[in-house]
């Protein structure tokens, strides 16, 4: 039996014995984490992420998802809820009929089980109704987190069939002694070099530019900073796998977007879509920020 055939039947069998046990919707498979709702992968779809951190969203799950229950289909959705409210929003998020909108983990552990108490591995984000997983968030590297930690979770995340958002991004200090360049190059290498033997789909992958000192501050980095940095990204990643994957991975953007800005920062070439923290916690500011994203798009396709 050809390669392929064997992975796809452990891949149906997985998903069935899943599916027997309640946790998973046997319709899923792992096209399905790029968050599209029909057709093929189209990288020039906006890539629009909510990363709740340790934070639940401020007016309840229920009606944060009926107020993005409306946002422009013409945008991937993506939400990181703290982890232990992963199962309701999967949950919601079918619910309110918009099956399209991806829902992930701020983390996860690199093992795919064992004795690391407090931990959530790849599989048990999926049996939570998770699709992606966020990597190498600069919260979790000021905690600890090493380059190392960071290429093994994306491989964890990868093999356990989840869509991966890989962070990087530079301090304040590389930016000011003009280090940010060698920074992300350093970062994206350590993440990302191990994959080129075998590159993801790159629907399964996507890279969020973040610059620390933006995060968090409501100090945005100018447009020409974000344009410079995400396409200085996208150059490392087609050095690291190729020029048609560097094309259709998704570089976002992320540090202090809001709905004010959300359309400028969408604008620069090189960003396709955008991590969202403070101002993604309540339903009406993050659908703002999703319709102008789409909105841009929108506009880029007229004649
Ligand atoms: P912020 O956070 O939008 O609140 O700056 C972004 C992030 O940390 O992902």
Known sequence: MAEL?????????????????????????????????????????????????????????????????????????????????????????????????GVGSQDLHPQPNGAHTGEHSGALIRAAGGTWTLVGHSERRQAGETDAQVCRKIHAGLDAGLGVMVCVGESIEARRTGATFRVLRNQLLAALGDTALQPPAPQRLAVAYEPLWAIGTGEVATLDQIQEATAFVRRVVAEIYDFARARDIRVVYGGSVKPGNAREIMSEPDVNGLLVGGASLKGPSFRAIADASALVVATRRQP
């Open 5 to 101: 055939e064997v992975a796809d039947l452990i891949e149906a069998v997985t998903r069935r014995v899943l599916a027997q046990l309640g946790q998973v919707d046997p319709g899923r498979s792992h096209g399905d984490v790029s968050a599209q709702a029909t057709g093929p992968y189209d990288p020039t779809r906006p890539l629009v992420a909510a990363n709740w951190k340790m934070n639940a969203c401020a007016e309840g799950i229920v009606p944060y998802l009926a107020d993005l229950a409306a946002a422009d289909t013409a945008v991937d959705l993506l939400l990181f809820p703290p982890a232990v409210l992963l199962r309701a929003v999967a949950d919601e998020v079918i619910r309110v009929g918009r099956p399209d909108f």
